[in-house]
């Protein structure tokens, strides 16, 4: 049974609707679609406080607490958590709002990546601490 949560108060880095052609052969979206969904939110928070280009390093975490349904709106709540020198670590947290006549929201995903920040010659660069 999934628990019904509250949207953040926040606004989300990223928000899009599940369709049909992202469905795995079960009929349930696919794993994959999600993955790049949080690393498209992921890379969005990286690369505003990198003010650039950054490049994805590793997915440290990713845990799947719900399946997503085609027509559910998938919202992405993404935040720094850590910079270091030339990299940051973002949780990626993910809301899918089901039966929206219902007002129905559940936790479906959650994440923690790692981006670099890269120059022009896509070479480990500083990120400003500001």
Known sequence: MSEKVALPEREPTIRVLAMPADTNASGDIFGGWIMAQVDIAGSVAAYRQ????VATVAVNSFEFHQPVFVGDLISCYA???RIG????????EVYAE?????EECIKVTQA??????VDEQRKPRSVPRD
């Open 79 to 81: 935040e720094v958590v």
């Open 98 to 102: 089901r039966n929206r006549q219902r």
């Open 112 to 117: 923690t990546l790692t981006y670099v920040a």
């Open 85 to 92: 020198t030339t990299s940051l670590t973002v949780q990626v």
């Open 50 to 53: 990198a003010r650039g280009r």
